[in-house]
């Protein structure tokens, strides 16, 4: 426990994200209490099967490829403090290998799809939310955090401040989305560039992230589309500017990936997309 409050402790001052602090604690205070009943009860106790076995216990519980390596980065955290910390000579993690991902990518959207969540759109702010959200490929938590000054329409520039990792960063709207900005803007009225740029219609606070996930399942039940989410949006714009030809390394900016992993998966989709054409209009193949 004492470890356990030092480490977090030691994120504090750090100034780690609420966030991040949040994912510790979740993710350790249920692997300190399996570790201290399977007999781990100080840091020089613990062993890499007490470590083995409880990622076990998460696959047999059901829980998912991400939920165990999440639970596994946490572990690995921990006791890369501790080592540092001189709790431990060495840490029990280099032992144990991670839970591996599956490979695989999440749903986005088709062209379809969008243009169904637009047709079931119902105001200005609705259309705006749509196409802010698919243009700039921002987190659900750096989108409803945007101020009205944060967007210049001119340029298409959205300043993200304090998105993950405590950095800000630049995105950009397009000028269909800078469009549909404009008008909802303009049927809101006089605002401030203090002013949150999405405020909640029942009390004009700035929106949460459920509540655009709220929002968002709304419209996705009107349009009949799947995965309306917040993250399906994001994808969406990945992929999309990947088929569109954007440079990986600029979208790696644009999205604030700390590093190409997530991206490199995108793009071996669009190298399908490409076989997939290949072999359909290949110029031999259909013209010999």
Not at 31 to 36: D, I, P, R, V
Not at 48 to 71: E, F, K, P
Not at 246 to 272: K, S, T, W
């Amino acid at each position: 426990a004492l470890a356990y409050n030092a480490f977090l402790l030691d994120g504090e001052a750090r100034r780690l994200a609420p966030k991040t602090l949040h994912y510790y604690k979740q993710q350790l205070q249920p692997f300190l209490a399996y570790a201290e009943q399977s007999g781990a009860t100080s840091p020089e106790t613990l062993t890499a099967n007490h470590i083995r076995t409880y990622l076990v216990s998460l696959q047999h519980r059901g829980l998912n490829d991400n939920s165990q390596h999440a639970a596994a980065r946490a572990i690995r955290a921990l006791c890369y403090f501790m080592v540092n910390e001189d709790l431990l000579a060495a840490s029990p993690m280099r032992k144990v290998k991670m839970p591996s991902l599956d490979k695989r990518i999440l749903p986005a959207f088709t062209t379809e799809d969008v243009r169904k969540l637009l047709d079931a759109c119902l105001t200005a702010r609705d259309t705006a939310i749509v196409l802010c959200l698919l243009d700039s490929g921002c987190r659900a938590s750096e989108f409803v955090g945007l101020n009205v000054g944060d967007i210049d329409l001119k340029t298409g520039g959205v300043t993200v401040r304090q998105g993950k990792g405590r950095k800000d960063r630049v995105a950009f709207l397009g000028a269909k989305a800078r469009k549909a900005l404009l008008k909802y803007l303009m049927a809101r009225g006089s605002t401030k560039p203090s002013d949150p740029l999405w405020p909640a219609h029942d009390d004009g606070e700035r929106l949460t992230s459920s509540g655009l996930q709220q929002v968002l399942k709304r419209l996705g039940r009107r349009a009949q589309v799947k995965h309306a989410h917040p993250h399906t949006f994001r994808r969406t714009c990945a992929l999309w500017s990947l088929r569109a030809g954007m440079n990986i390394y600029a979208l790696q900016q644009i999205m604030g990936h700390a590093d190409l992993a997530i991206l490199r998966r995108y793009l071996a989709l669009v190298e399908q997309d490409l076989e997939d054409a290949h072999r359909k209009y290949g110029a031999v193949d259909n013209m010999l």
